[in-house]
């Protein structure tokens, strides 16, 4: 709660500051998480550490889809100018979102990516991406106006409608096979890994007339 006469909105960037900070440390602690549920065999014997390629399989894909949305969140914020309850609350719901990935990554580990684990894990990375398109949404009213960032928010919002299409096709597709699934959810970080390529150019162009 805010004290008598304090006005969040007057936080500026020490305020954006504080929730970066903030953040970071839920996301570096996801990502522990993640890697305290890599154990070792007992045995020493290379087939039985093969055995386990499910778990550092789940493990990259969603070390991956963490580190997208940590790398966004750090240039979206970069355009922020201003601290307001519905940024901090979206905020939270966003890392909340986040924090469910580690027990749907070992879900889907232990059980050898099976059709319903599929579905388990592609519902927990199809929330960050419902929750985000609110967080950025405030940030675009709330922060800078200039054209560098009206450029920045057309492509990542058409980008994130893409993301979003290919998660919810993932789902659906999951019904066929898992490994179609995880095929969809695969292409969205490689279409978040090409920062600079042309579908970012073309993502970030103007529509004629809109």
Not at 35 to 58: G, K, N, Q, T, Y
Not at 76 to 102: K, Q
Not at 106 to 121: D, I, K, M, P, Q
Request: hydrophobic share 55%; glycine share 10%.
């Amino acid at each position: 709660m805010t004290a008598a006469g304090d006005d969040p909105d007057q936080e500026g960037r020490a305020g954006i500051g504080r929730i970066e900070a903030f953040s970071d440390g839920v996301v570096a602690i996801i990502v522990t998480i993640m890697v305290l549920e890599l154990h070792p065999p007992v045995a020493e014997r290379f087939d039985i550490l093969w055995s386990l390629w499910p778990v550092f399989l789940a493990y990259i894909l969603s070390y991956a889809f963490v580190a997208i949305y940590w790398v966004n969140h750090h240039r979206l914020f970069s355009y922020a100018r201003r601290v307001t309850n519905a940024l901090l609350w979206a905020n939270i719901l966003l890392l909340f979102t986040l924090s469910l990935v580690p027990f749907a990554t070992a879900y889907l580990g232990e059980h050898h990516f099976s059709r319903e684990a599929t579905w388990l894990y592609l519902g927990a990375v199809l929330l960050p991406g419902i929750v985000y398109p609110w967080l950025q949404g405030i940030i675009r009213r709330t922060g800078r106006q200039d054209a560098a960032a009206l450029a920045y928010h057309l492509g990542t919002v058409r980008k994130g409608h893409i993301a979003l299409g290919l998660y919810v096709a993932g789902l659906a597709l999951t019904a066929l096979s898992p490994w179609l699934g995880i095929a969809c959810a695969g292409a969205v970080a490689i279409l978040w890994f090409l920062p600079s390529s042309g579908i970012d150019r073309a993502l970030a162009r103007p529509r004629q007339g809109g």
